[in-house]
Structures are given as C-alpha cells and as structure tokens.
C-alpha cells in the first residue's frame, strides 16, 4: 500500500495537470472562435469565385484555354498534406496520416511525391518511403497569408512546368466543434466550370478583353482562394480537436483527484488505526 506522502504527491500532480489542460482548453476554443470566423469569410468568397467561373463557361462560345485546365497523362502526382504543428488535439492527426497512407498504398500506375504542411505530418512521413519534395511548418495553427502564397507559388509553377501531372490536397474539413471530415480534393488541373444541361443561361457576356486574358487574371486568384480555405478549415478543426481533448484531459484528471484522494482518506484511516491498536496493545502489556 503506498504512503501518505506518495499519494499526497500524486494528488499534487494531478492537480497540477489540470491547471495546465483546463488553460489549454480556454487558449484553444478563444484561437477556434478567431478560426471559425476565417472559416465563415472564406466559404463564400470561394462559392462566389466557383460561381463567377461557371457563368463565364457559360457564356464563353470557346473552348476555355489556361494552363491550370490542362489535362494530360498522369505520370507523376503530388499529395499535399495538411496537420497540426504541435500534438495534444486527439486524433486530428492521426486520421490525416491514416488516409493519406492509404491514398499512398494504392497502386495508381504512377510516381508520388509529397509536400507536407505542418510538423505531425513531415515527422511521420519522413521516415517512409515516399519523397518530401517540400515541407512547410511553423503556422501553429494561425493562417499566414505570405506562406500560403509561396505555397501555391510552388505547387502551380510545378504544375505548369510539367514536373508534376496532378495535384491532390489532403486537410481536414470544419463542419462544427465536434464535427470535422477528412477531405480529399483534386487541386490541380482543375476541373472545368460545370454548366448544368438543360438549363438556360440567361446571361450574355461580352467579353473585354479576351476570355483567355480574363481566365489569367482569374486562376491565381482562384488557386490562392483553394488554398486559404483548405488551410483555415485544417487549422479550425485543430482547435477544435484541442480543445475536445483538453476539456476530456481536465474531466479525466478531476476523475483522478477523486479517486486519489479516497485512497488517501483509505491509508490514512489504516495508519490511524494501526497507530491506536499500538496504543491499546502498550497499554493493556503495561495493565497485565
């Protein structure tokens, strides 16, 4: 049975532990609040891009002609991955990793590469077999808009370049506080505006200047757009998880001290009465 002082210093502990989950609890939901906003703000701006690019379908005559429409043969893919920077948010991470070795272990006829974004995820794939051609970290959970520009700077110029055939982006999509999916989205070529079949467009364009031209001024827009919205609903549903897991750490560890501290009132009780019995036992030797 272990001493007062084991326990007392058990007790200490815990208690300790969840100070620090209850504080990392309030700082995660006050961060999930700020992304829930950039979630809200991203959302329509990107319908609103996709809807503006299927009426210019639409209304173009021509066939729509950029780079990032490309199809070609896929000799060559590229996974983008997006986790967390730092652990304690559940399984956030662990369930990005665990669909992208499956996405990985499929045979598609063609090489991989990955880019990964944030630490969780290059710190397990780097030990693998699949090459890292670039990795970005240090967000920690907050959108930095020069990053995600290089990132999209890197990811289309590879594209055009034909180093790579197909883009794919792998994050975790924010649909509550408690709700989050994994998506998978083809991030480039992209696909060409859907224009639904019989249905009329009742809107005429005159094009100034040339479809082409408005499409070039348009795509880097609409890939930068793709990105944001990719990054702030990962880094969303991160807080999200953080917040979970810490406010589960906090109930679990006032669980414990609970527990701790009837095995406390246990061993203390046994001493004291070991201590009388003592007494008792001395006295009734000196009475005989």
Known sequence: MPTLREVKKRIRSVVSTRRITSAMEMVAAAKLRR??????????????LDEMLSHLA??????????????????KRTLVIVTSDRGLCGSFNSNVIRRAVDWLQADRGAEVELVTIGKKGNDFFKRRKWPITRYYADFEGVLDYAKARSIVAFLTERFVA?????????????????????????????????????????????????????????????TTT???????????????SRMIAMSNATKNSAEMID????????VRQAQITKELLEVVSGAEALRG
């Not at 197909?166 to 859907?194: D, G, H, Q, W």
């Open 58 to 75: 639409a209304g173009s005559t021509g066939e729509i002609v950029h780079p990032y429409f490309e199809e070609r043969e896929v000799k």
């Open 162 to 222: 034909g180093d790579t055939d197909e883009i794919n982006l792998l994050f975790t999509r924010f649909i509550s506080t408690v709700r989050y999916k994994i998506s998978l989205e083809k991030y480039l070529p992209i696909s060409r505006p859907a224009v639904e079949s019989g249905k009329e467009v009742n809107l005429e364009y005159i094009f100034e200047p040339s479809p082409e031209e408005i499409y070039a001024a348009l795509m880097p827009g609409y």
């Open 226 to 240: 793709k990105m944001v919205t990719a990054l702030v609903e990962s880094f969303a549903s991160e807080h999200g």
């Open 35 to 48: 992304a829930q906003q950039r979630v809200e703000q991203a959302r329509p701006y990107a319908a609103k």
């Open 259 to 266: 527990a701790l501290t009837l095995d406390y009132n246990k």
